[in-house]
């Protein structure tokens, strides 16, 4: 069955395509298919990536409104839905405005960065790529934390449709330390001297460049390479001591048991200082 995007999106939410907005379908919205036949993502269910052009997902992204979870996940998504995956109308089904909760730590509480929240919704309907999908997920993490971002150089800039005057907005690039929105937002005021209402082009240029490390990412899974090998997929050395007393499976003395691979001294000065 073919279907346009307005129809695959009015159908996923459950509208009588007799009556929209008249009644709502009693089903289930992660069931496979509706009465009708018509299809919705079921809970578990994978699709197909394919490689996708970075750049051009990275201007989407930047080019797209709702906020950097929004910005994140519905340019892959709408990518994909335009690309020549075998599940490529099954992505148009998506509606990514759900997204739109993230923005800013999730609704303005400045917990989880919404582009990290984003990498994790669209990574875990993908279809296993070479086993990679778990390391594609710690290594955006891993990145998030430590890289100087978002990405300025001027091919980027010009990439996503950008310009050098706007660079002004941003002020600084900075280094969040940790997957947290409030961090991130915290440490671009202190390098940039601006404030978090001023923040309106660097996080979209910070959206623009998660778009594109994740469909570098996907991509370099897809063609075979180990990304668990990446020096960025793996905790910081401080974090990983860590997890040698705070252990999983087991723990040194007293030490309570945790299950995190993010920065820890972020918020914990530790026990020797």
Same mark, same amino acid.
């Given at each position: 069955?073919?279907?346009?995007?307005? &129809?695959?999106?009015?159908?996923?939410?459950?509208l009588s395509t $007799?009556?929209?907005?008249?009644?709502?379908?009693?089903?289930? $919205?992660?069931?496979?298919?509706?009465?009708?036949?018509?299809?919705?993502?079921?809970? /578990?269910?994978?699709?197909?990536?394919?490689?996708?052009?970075?750049? $051009?997902?990275?201007?989407?992204?930047?080019?797209?409104?709702?906020?950097?979870?929004?910005?994140?996940?519905?340019?892959?998504?709408?990518?994909?839905?335009?690309?020549?995956?075998?599940?490529?109308?099954?992505?148009?089904?998506?509606?990514?405005?759900?997204?739109?909760?993230?923005?800013? /730590?999730?609704?303005? &509480?400045?917990?989880?960065?919404?582009?990290?929240?984003?990498?994790?919704?669209?990574?875990?309907?993908?279809?296993?790529?070479?086993? &990679?999908?778990?390391?594609?997920? /710690?290594?955006?993490?891993?990145?998030?934390?430590?890289?100087?971002?978002?990405?300025?150089?001027?091919?980027?800039?010009?990439?996503?449709?950008?310009?050098?005057?706007?660079?002004?907005?941003?002020?600084?690039?900075?280094?969040?330390?940790?997957?947290? +929105?409030?961090?991130?937002?915290?440490?671009?005021?202190?390098?940039?001297?601006?404030?978090?209402?001023?923040?309106?082009?660097? +996080?979209?240029?910070?959206?623009?460049?998660?778009?594109?490390?994740?469909?570098?990412?996907?991509?370099?899974?897809? /063609?075979?390479?180990?990304?668990?090998?990446?020096?960025? $997929?793996?905790?910081?050395?401080?974090?990983?001591?860590? &997890?040698? +007393?705070?252990?999983?499976?087991?723990?040194?003395?007293?030490?309570?048991?945790?299950?995190?691979?993010?920065? +820890?001294?972020t918020c914990h000065?530790?026990?020797?200082?």
């Open positions: 069955m073919s279907i346009d995007r307005r &129809q695959a999106l009015t159908k996923i939410i459950g $007799a009556a929209a907005g008249a009644a709502l379908v009693g089903t289930s $919205a992660f069931a496979a298919t509706d009465a009708d036949g018509n299809y919705r993502l079921e809970m /578990g269910e994978t699709l197909k990536y394919v490689p996708l052009d970075a750049m $051009a997902t990275a201007k989407l992204a930047y080019e797209t409104g709702g906020g950097c979870m929004h910005q994140v996940f519905h340019s892959i998504v709408t990518m994909l839905a335009q690309s020549n995956s075998v599940d490529a109308e099954k992505f148009a089904t998506i509606p990514t405005a759900l997204a739109g909760y993230g923005w800013a /730590g999730i609704v303005g &509480q400045g917990t989880i960065c919404g582009n990290l929240n984003a990498a994790g919704m669209l990574i875990n309907i993908l279809d296993d790529i070479n086993g &990679q999908n778990d390391a594609v997920i /710690g290594a955006t993490f891993r990145y998030y934390e430590t890289e100087d971002l978002p990405l300025s150089s001027d091919e980027f800039v010009a990439g996503i449709g950008s310009t050098a005057e706007k660079s002004l907005e941003v002020g600084a690039t900075s280094i969040a330390n940790s997957p947290l +929105c409030h961090s991130s937002i915290s440490n671009w005021s202190a390098a940039s001297g601006k404030v978090f209402k001023e923040k309106g082009e660097r +996080c979209k240029r910070l959206s623009a460049s998660l778009a594109y490390h994740i469909v570098e990412l996907l991509n370099r899974a897809h /063609g075979g390479e180990d990304i668990s090998l990446l020096p960025e $997929a793996k905790p910081s050395a401080e974090a990983q001591a860590c &997890q040698s +007393c705070h252990g999983v499976t087991e723990t040194m003395g007293p030490a309570a048991s945790v299950k995190t691979d993010m920065e +820890c001294t000065t530790g026990h020797f200082n």
